[in-house]
């Protein structure tokens, strides 16, 4: 092997020393390293270049020594060896200070990546060369994992539907998708270094404060007005977070036209605006269908029995007793009586819904009022049903209009009567709790259809199960309109062929 010294070493003395130590140096390096002439022939190499060399099969016990290196990369032929003879040589000429160069080393087992650092030094007066090839598989391997995960990001932003933008704590885009870019109608490379306000005007009231902004309560996700490039505005979400790259402050926000949404939301108020207002008119209709089949059936009864009996007294008066005119007369005015009643309540429930019905509350008593109710309602049926009434034995006081709460409580009491078996018990109970008094009205009538619960108390619906029994459908939703007049409530509980509970709720008299 060719000595590092020129001359040799024993004209030096102490070199020899300090060659060992510089050759036992470059053994334990992980390079692998050669020592070249000024002629390009290698003169020296490490442990670490032995090693590769029989890693991969080269069979030269020498492991290169005395070979040039420059003739070895000429006839190697590659554009990589080349390039190396080419710098070794810009090396030697003085040309270069250092050469560098990444190249493959691909084995049969494995994807390989080398770094070579050419460098020239001067030991004793006598030229020398630094070849140094360092395996830099693993940081290539990262580069590439690196690379292909930002292609992947790249062509997943490139991709998206939504716009992608950053921008820094200024306010200046570094970056956008395409599809950013389109949703503003731009040129992606346009908008670098421009504004995010050129976009998001309501971001020019918050320049120098884009973080406050940002992380105000709401803006994620919020719906704000962006700016084409024709100056044109539009509905879109925006949603912006905060991040830290490099220690510099960057914002990514995430674009979303929603222009076609509201649209879409828009057709969707005016489709249901019209659906109200058909379900309106089809309520109206249908109203109007009850209305004169109510009117239509309970007009012809009383009219008939009105008809008949003046019939009877227009043809056969000279030979009707007193006592079978007087019934003939009795008759007229009871049916007239139900008139004037249908008649009234039409006119309620009519007033009730367009202009509102006059409300005079005053303190009463309760328990004492409905006894007075209940008593009313006794002798104007003669005493042909059972009202059992339970009270609370005391004064309660509630602010209450008499007129209105009467036609409520009558109507309750008269409904209970009429599809009651005769005879048949009626139960009123009253009752309080901190706020409220409770009137319950109970029968054991025919009962109510489930499927007519729900609209008990529209105007002129009856039950299906009512059949020839008298009524125009008007009683319960005059008592509801009552009561909630009073700021209280009604609910009804029924079973068919068990009888109905109804409960009403009215606010008591504030205590002094």
């Not at 390293?33 to 069979?59: C, M, P, Q, S």
């Not at 554009?79 to 691909?106: K, M, S, T, W």
């Not at 007049?485 to 068990?498: A, E, F």
Request: charged residues 25%.
């Amino acid at each position: 092997m060719k000595s590092l010294l020129t001359p040799a070493a024993g004209e030096y003395p102490g070199l020899a020393e300090a060659e060992s130590f510089v050759k036992a140096a470059l053994d334990g390096l992980t390079a692998h390293i050669a020592i070249l002439d000024e002629t390009g022939t290698i003169i020296h190499v490490n442990k670490a270049w032995r090693r590769f060399a029989d890693d991969n099969g080269f069979t030269d016990p020498q492991y290169g020594l005395g070979a040039n290196y420059l003739q070895v990369c000429d006839h190697a032929d590659t554009p990589d060896a080349r390039a190396v003879a080419a710098g070794i040589r810009q090396v030697i000429h003085n040309a270069l200070e250092e050469f560098y160069l990444e190249y493959p080393c691909h084995s049969v087992t494995e994807r390989r990546w080398f770094v070579i650092r050419v460098t020239r030094f001067i030991w004793h007066e006598s030229f020398r060369l630094i070849i140094a090839h360092q395996n830099v598989t693993e940081i290539k391997r990262a580069e590439i994992e690196a690379w292909d995960s930002q292609r992947r990001l790249e062509a997943i932003l490139n991709n998206l539907v939504d716009g992608i933008i950053t921008f820094d704590r200024n306010g200046i885009i570094e970056s956008i998708n395409p599809a950013g870019a389109l949703i503003f109608g731009y040129d992606g490379t346009a908008l670098i270094g421009q504004p995010i306000k050129r976009l998001v005007p309501a971001l020019a009231d918050h320049s120098g404060k884009l973080a406050a902004f940002i992380e105000q309560p709401g803006s994620q996700g919020a719906e704000i007005v962006g700016q084409r490039q024709d100056g044109t505005l539009f509905p879109m979400s925006f949603a912006a977070s905060q991040l830290k790259l490099d220690n510099k402050r960057l914002y990514t926000a995430i674009i979303r036209d929603i222009t076609e949404r509201k649209v879409l939301e828009a057709q969707a108020l005016e489709t249901e605006r019209l659906n109200v207002a058909l379900d309106k008119e089809r309520e109206l209709r249908d109203l109007k269908n009850r209305f004169l089949s109510m009117m239509s059936h309970e007009l012809r009864t009383p009219l008939s029995a009105i008809q008949l009996a003046n019939s009877m007294l227009r043809s056969y008066s000279d030979r009707l007793s007193e006592q079978e005119k007087r019934e003939s007369y009795d008759a007229i005015d009871t049916q007239v009586a139900y008139l004037a009643e249908m008649i009234n309540d039409v006119m309620t429930i009519s007033k009730s819904d367009f202009t509102g019905a006059e409300f005079n509350p005053e303190i009463i008593d309760l328990e004492t009022y409905c006894r007075d109710v209940i008593e009313e309602i006794q002798l104007a049926y003669r005493m042909q049903c059972c009202i059992e009434f339970q009270g609370t034995d005391r004064r309660v006081e509630a602010p209450v209009d008499r007129k209105l709460l009467r036609r409520a409580i009558t109507n309750l009491l008269t409904n209970a009567i009429k599809y009651s078996p005769e005879g048949a018990p009626i139960e009123v109970s009253l009752a309080c709790t901190d706020d409220a008094a409770l009137l319950r009205v109970r029968d054991h009538g025919i009962g109510i259809p489930e499927d007519d619960l729900k609209r008990l108390f529209e105007p002129f619906h009856r039950a299906s199960n009512v059949g020839k029994i008298q009524g125009t459908g008007l009683g319960l939703a005059i008592t509801r309109q009552a009561i909630e007049l009073h700021g209280g409530t009604i609910s009804v509980d029924s079973q068919i062929g068990t009888g109905t509970t109804f409960t009403v709720r009215l606010p008591l008299a504030a205590r002094a």
